[in-house]
C-alpha cells in the first residue's frame, strides 16, 4: 500500500487526481449499475405505457436514487468482504479497492455512507409525490444494502442473496417507480418486476459461481454450495429463459413480442456457461448477463412504444 502511495505520489498533481478518480470509479462498480438502472427505466416506460404521462422529474431524481443505492451497496460491500476476509489474492474478480490498497476500508465506507445519504435525500423529495409507502421502501433499500455484507448473518454470505436481488432490483425496483409515476399498483408492474429480478439474479449466481471455492474457503455458503454447481447452471438457465414469458405477459403481445428478440443471446450466454466456462473468462459472462436485462428492458421498451 505503501508503494501505491509512493508512486502516487511522483506523478503532477492534476494526474494523480485523475488517477484517484479513476479507482474511485473503478471502486463504485459502473457495469453493475445496469442492475439499477434498467428495472427503473422498465416501470417508467410501463407507467407511461399504461397512463400516457411521464414525471420526468420523479423518473429523473428515482434513476438517481437507484443508482446512489447500487454504489453505496457496491462500495460497503467492497470494505466489509475485505475486513471479513473473503477478497484474498486469489480472488478471480475484478480487482476491488480494499483489497488493493487505493483507499483504506475506512474511507471505502465513507464513500458507501455518502452514496447512501444522497440516495437518502433525493427519496425525501420523492416521498413528496409518493407518501409513506416509498418512504418505507427506501428505507429498506437502503438498510439492505448495509445489511448484504454487514450484521451478524450478511446476507450475502448466505443462499437467500438471489432472492434479495429478486425482491429489490426486480420487484421493489419496477413496481416502485411505477407507483412513483402513476400513484398506483397494477399486477403488470409486479409481474414486470419479477421478469426483471430475474436476469439480475442470475447475474449474482454467475458471480458466486465464479467464486465457488473461494468462497467455500472464506466459509461463505451461497446458493451455489446449496445447489452444487451442475443444478447451478440449471438454475441459470432458467432464470435468462424464465423472464422471457413473464415480460411478455406483462403488456399486451402487439407491444411485448419485441423481447423474444433478447433469445439468441440468451441461448448463447446458457451455452458458453455449459461448455465450461470458468474462471476469470466468468467476468466476461457476467457483464454479458447483465447487459442481457438491459437488452431486454430496451426491446420492452420500443415495443411499448409502437404504435398499436
Not at 451461497?222 to 447451478?232: I, Y
Not at 424464465?242 to 433478447?262: D, N, T
Not at 466468468?282 to 420492452?300: C, P, S, W
Amino acid at each position: 500500500m505503501s508503494q501505491i502511495k509512493a508512486s502516487a505520489a511522483t506523478l503532477p498533481r492534476w494526474q494523480a487526481m485523475r488517477h484517484q478518480g479513476g479507482r474511485w470509479i473503478s471502486a463504485a462498480r459502473p457495469r453493475t449499475l445496469f442492475l439499477a438502472v434498467s428495472p427503473v427505466v422498465a416501470g417508467i416506460a410501463l407507467a407511461w405505457f399504461e397512463t400516457g404521462q411521464l414525471a420526468l422529474w420523479t423518473a429523473l431524481g428515482t434513476l438517481f436514487g437507484a443508482t446512489a443505492i447500487q454504489i453505496g451497496t457496491n462500495l460497503h460491500n467492497d470494505a466489509a468482504d475485505f475486513e471479513r476476509g473473503t477478497d484474498t489474492p486469489d480472488r478471480l474478480g475484478p480487482p476491488r479497492a480494499s483489497a488493493q490498497g487505493w483507499f483504506s476500508p475506512a474511507q471505502v465506507k465513507r464513500a458507501a455512507h455518502l452514496a447512501f445519504l444522497a440516495a437518502f435525500l433525493v427519496g425525501l423529495v420523492l416521498v413528496v409525490r409518493g407518501g409513506w409507502p416509498i418512504l418505507l421502501l427506501g428505507l429498506a433499500a437502503i438498510l439492505a444494502g448495509y445489511a448484504y455484507t454487514s450484521g451478524p448473518r450478511p446476507i450475502a454470505y448466505g443462499p437467500y442473496g438471489e432472492v434479495f436481488v429478486l425482491a429489490f432490483f426486480g420487484i421493489a425496483a419496477v413496481a416502485g417507480t411505477f407507483y412513483l409515476q402513476s400513484l398506483q399498483l397494477t399486477a403488470s408492474s409486479l409481474l414486470l418486476g419479477i421478469a426483471c429480478g430475474l436476469p439480475s439474479a442470475a447475474v449474482l449466481l454467475l458471480n458466486n459461481y465464479r467464486d465457488f471455492d473461494t468462497d467455500a474457503r472464506a466459509g461463505r455458503h451461497t446458493l451455489n454450495h446449496l445447489l452444487g454447481k451442475a443444478r447451478a447452471r440449471v438454475l441459470y438457465a432458467a432464470l435468462l429463459l424464465g423472464c422471457l414469458p413473464l415480460f411478455l405477459l406483462s403488456a399486451p403481445m402487439a407491444h411485448s413480442w419485441p423481447v423474444l428478440l433478447a433469445l439468441p443471446m440468451a441461448a448463447s450466454l446458457i451455452q458458453r456457461l455449459f461448455r465450461g466456462t470458468q474462471g476469470r473468462a466468468l467476468n466476461a459472462l457476467l457483464g454479458q448477463t447483465a447487459l442481457y436485462q438491459a437488452v431486454l428492458v430496451v426491446l420492452l421498451s420500443g415495443g411499448l412504444a409502437l404504435p398499436f
